[in-house]
Nanobody, 126 residues
Framework: QVQLVESGGGLVQAGGSLRLSCAAS???????????MTWFRQAPGKEREFVAG????????DYADSVKGRFTISRDNVKNTLYLQMNSLKPEDTGVYYC????????????????WGQGTQVTVSS
């Protein structure tokens, strides 16, 4: 059973930065190269939305328009860890950030993911 554990959330002022981490525990010890690892977020009263994703093997990335140029997704293949570097944070970035994994194929719809972390709160004050 794959387990995802996020960390790194917190309270930051607008314009500040945070780095989120997602440690993946995989029974085989290796994440499948075709896996699509992503960050989603959910603000109070809103639906969960795609933020950024990366194909584990080739490192191809994808971003929501709202975070392009400010957020960077990356991964460490040795540590089986996913990261999200968030710069120039805005109050509208506030929400619970979730790490999610899909065995194969890129998708932006949360109901098409196989595994989820418990989430980490990010709060950006104005």
């Amino acid at each position: 059973q794959v387990q995802l554990v996020e960390s790194g959330g917190g309270l930051v002022q607008a314009g500040g930065s945070l780095r989120l981490s997602c440690a993946a525990s995989v029974p085989s010890g290796r994440i499948f190269s075709g896996a699509f690892m992503t960050w989603f977020r959910q603000a109070p009263g809103k639906e969960r939305e795609f933020v950024a994703g990366i194909t584990w093997g080739d490192g191809r990335t994808d971003y929501a328009d709202s975070v392009k140029g400010r957020f960077t997704i990356s991964r460490d293949n040795v540590k089986n860890t996913l990261y999200l570097q968030m710069n120039s944070l805005k109050p509208e970035d506030t929400g619970v950030y979730y790490c999610a994994a899909r065995r194969n194929g890129r998708t932006y719809f949360p109901n098409e993911y196989d595994y989820w972390g418990q989430g980490t709160q990010v709060t950006v004050s104005s």
